[in-house]
């Protein structure tokens, strides 16, 4: 069974850093893109970053670009985002999400998501 | 960036009713446009890809269709568990995008 678990979510407060992780499980992580997603409270799907199977190539949204950067292990299965100088608008949960072989494909499976709030 | 909109915001029918849920793209995506379902609470869930197949497991009382720059959902017959935030999502271009969402209540 496929599977992707986040974590490193938490209270952080503004201009602060977090490291985002996902643990995938039950398929081939090296021959997949990976994509993070996040919701808003009461909000909205908003895409956040992409990475190639390989992570050769990587691809982040206007609103985190300078600030995030999307990287994977494919020796652990695992995915990362990091999250420098961090804003109240980044408060949400966050979400990995498995594609296919390449960037430009349906988001098949989804993680249960990690929350992360941004708040003094 | 490809500006997706769905309608309509939110809907309310009765058990067993069709539904229909709209999405359009601001410009041509061909077939690359998909579906998902998101319950209270929970992440979203792949229904729909390619415009019109269905995704394995996914109840036959699902469908979509359409291509170019419009797209439909279609819920054939309403059940108390479809209760739900459904997305549209284009895969033709980066940035990917969503739709605004459609949340389905039972009248």
């Known amino acids: 069974e496929v599977q992707l678990l986040e974590s490193g979510g938490g209270l952080e407060q503004p201009g602060g850093s977090l490291r985002l992780s996902c643990a995938a499980s039950g398929f081939i992580f090296s021959n997949n893109a990976m994509t993070w997603v996040r919701q808003a409270p009461g909000k909205g799907l908003e895409w956040v970053a992409t990475?190639?199977?390989?992570?050769?190539?990587?691809y982040h949204a206007d609103s985190v670009k300078g600030r995030f950067t999307i990287s994977r292990d494919n020796s652990k299965n695992t995915l990362y985002l990091q999250m420098n100088s961090l804003r109240a608008e980044d408060t949400a949960v966050y979400y990995c999400a498995m594609q296919g072989p390449v960037i430009l494909y349906q988001m098949e499976v989804w993680g249960k998501g990690t929350s992360v709030t941004v708040s003094s | 960036d490809t500006q997706m909109t769905q309608s309509p915001s939110s809907l309310s029918a009765s058990v067993g009713d069709r539904v229909t849920i709209t999405c359009q793209a601001s410009q041509d995506i061909d077939k690359y446009l998909s579906w998902y379902q998101q319950k209270p609470g929970k992440a979203p869930n792949l229904l729909i890809y390619d415009a019109s197949n269905l995704e394995t497991g996914v109840p036959s009382r699902f469908s979509g269709s359409g291509s170019g720059t419009d797209f439909t959902l279609t819920i054939s017959s309403l059940q108390p568990e479809d209760i739900a935030t459904y997305y549209c999502q284009q895969y033709d271009n980066l940035p990917l995008t969503f739709g605004g969402g459609t949340k389905v209540e039972i009248k």
């Open positions: 990475i190639t199977s390989s992570g050769g190539s990587i």
